[in-house]
């Protein structure tokens, strides 16, 4: 079964600053990576997203200016460097790969487990 595995995720004050990982199998270097979140008794949401190539990346609100997505394709994986959190970005972290670039997490058909990130005020 083919797998997305996410890491880095853990325990910051607010202000602070994660970067989490997913290894993205080969069978993915060419497709969009994205990156979701759920919090508790919310909706799963999009975050981010990126291109095979890396030279397109789209943001949520409200990750603008403060998050950034990349990928390193010789790696096999994604990142996603989150600067200036606050407590309302609390929520389990998910990776997920689609063929076409989306916000829309039904486009997604690969997903990993999640990673917790937990910000404190």
């Known amino acids: 079964q083919v797998q997305l595995v996410e890491s880095g995720g853990g325990l910051v004050q607010a202000g602070g600053s994660l970067r989490l990982s997913c290894a993205a199998p080969l069978t993915f270097s060419t497709s969009v990576l994205g990156w979701f979140r759920q919090a508790p008794g919310n909706q799963r949401e999009f975050v981010a997203s990126i291109s095979w190539s890396g030279g397109t990346t789209y943001y949520a609100d409200s990750g603008k200016g403060r998050f950034t997505i990349s990928r390193d394709n010789a790696k096999n994986t994604v990142y996603l460097q989150m600067n200036s959190l606050n407590p309302e970005d609390t929520a389990v972290y998910y990776c997920?790969?689609?063929?076409?670039?989306?916000?829309?997490?039904?486009?997604?058909?690969?997903w990993g487990q999640g990673t917790q990130v937990t910000v404190s005020s």
């Open positions: 997920a790969a689609a063929h076409h670039t989306s916000t829309n997490e039904h486009d997604y058909p690969y």
